[in-house]
């Protein structure tokens, strides 16, 4: 009975670190559909208010490794409650800025937060289950991202719609608050969690030319994602009018069909292998975004597209922590922080070249560049395929092996 009362408190506790990933997460998500209304208030550009997106995801990713690293002798407990509280001073400053400056630089502040909740998380989930279910708890708390896009992005732009934006900003402080109350009542105090103290050491997975091709993919193929998601409101202004309610579904029917997205990728990638679903996805996208420009004068259609851009994003997400982890399942803590942290860099990438494709071709012809970042993508995930090696039982002379590692 001590050991299913263990079971079920790890599995809770697991819960509420998803929880604030989607806490967290939801932040990056919303800032896509409220960027019309940053620029009717501050009087700039879509491309411009699309920078706020920029400087978040880039706090995050460059100081993701940095903040783990001096925490890295501080109980995951109190680095979690640190990092929901920076998140939450940085909305609420946000929420009253008066300028745009003034709200990039406290969504940096927010950023920071972010930042380093998510790799603390992940190391908390990690040693919180055994050695062998730790890729799943690991994966499970990550899917907060994927609820930040079903559920936090389309609340907080039919929020912004009706009350303005600053009303969306206190939204996210309000989740903040959840989730420190949240890890508060369920995360143990003291928790053995053994985390790479040098800043070298969680970088080595850069050293290894396998991990650098598969995170190439994850940081090409997700800027190629995020460059139509950072600026769907003029994506799709022709189909939603510039109405937030009808943008909200959309934010909605890609959040929801990027849940079953994930997890069908998932499921695949375990029958199938990372590697076969990756490119897939990858392949899937490209057509989706080369056909996308032919959808954006109609509502209906635009809502079947971005069904069709949705699944692949996602199926996207899972296969590639997969191939990661299998490098080293010892260090899948390791591989997965990282790697959200090269997703918040692609992100970061997707609004500068955004707006720089907005700015040259225009908001209609977005897609079809990003289906060319994505063709790239797809190169570097067949390089990470081939820089794995013929399978393990060819080499063994053979000999029946394990082949989750074959199907890299």
């Known amino acids: 009975m001590a050991d299913d009362g263990r079971t079920r408190h790890a599995r809770w506790s697991v819960l509420a670190l998803g929880l604030g990933v989607f806490a967290v997460g939801t ?140 009303a969306t900003v206190w939204f996210l402080a309000a989740l903040a608050v959840l989730g420190i109350g949240t890890v508060s009542a369920v995360i143990p105090k003291r928790i053995t969690a053994p985390a790479p103290e040098g800043l070298g050491e969680r970088l080595r997975p850069l050293r290894d030319p396998r991990a650098l091709a598969l995170m190439g993919t994850t940081l090409v193929g997700f800027t190629a994602v995020y460059i139509p998601y950072t600026y769907i409101s003029a994506v799709f202004e022709p189909a939603t009018g510039g109405d937030a309610d009808r943008l909200a579904l959309l934010l909605f029917v890609f959040g929801l069909v990027g849940t079953v997205a994930n997890y069908a990728g998932g499921t695949l990638a375990d029958r199938l292998g990372g590697r076969a679903v990756a490119s ?46 299998a490098l080293d399942p010892a260090s899948a803590s390791v591989y997965v922080s990282l790697n959200a942290a090269i997703l918040y860099l692609a992100i970061s990438l997707s609004g500068m070249a955004g707006a720089v494709g907005i700015g040259w071709l225009g908001a209609d012809r977005l897609a079809p560049a990003a289906a060319v970042v994505a063709l790239l993508a797809l190169g570097l995930s067949e390089l990470a395929h081939r820089l794995a090696g013929p399978p393990a039982e060819t080499l063994a002379g053979g000999t029946p092996v394990d082949h989750a590692m074959d199907k890299r």
């Open 27 to 166: 932040d990056e998500f919303v800032l896509a559909g409220m960027l019309p209304l940053l620029g009717d208030t501050f009087d700039i550009s879509i491309a411009a208010a699309g920078q706020v997106v920029t400087a978040f995801a880039l706090v995050c990713a460059l100081l993701a490794p940095v903040l783990g690293t001096l925490t890295a002798r501080w109980p995951r407990r109190r680095i979690l409650l640190l990092a929901l509280g920076v998140y939450l001073a940085g909305n609420a400053a946000t929420a009253l800025a008066p300028s745009f400056p003034a709200l990039v630089a406290a969504q940096m502040v927010a950023a920071v937060g972010a930042g380093l909740f998510v790799p603390a998380a992940s190391v908390t989930a990690a040693a919180l289950v055994p050695a062998e279910r730790r890729g799943r708890a690991i994966a499970a708390v990550m899917t907060g991202f994927t609820a930040a896009t079903a559920l936090g992005a389309p609340i907080g732009t039919v929020l912004g719609g009706t009350l303005g934006w600053r």
């Open 280 to 325: 897939g996805a990858i392949v899937l996208l490209v057509a989706a975004l080369l056909v996308m420009p032919l959808t954006t004068d109609s509502f209906a259609a635009a809502t079947v597209m971005v069904v069709a851009y949705g699944i692949p994003a996602w199926a996207l997400t899972t296969p590639q922590q997969h191939r990661l982890i």
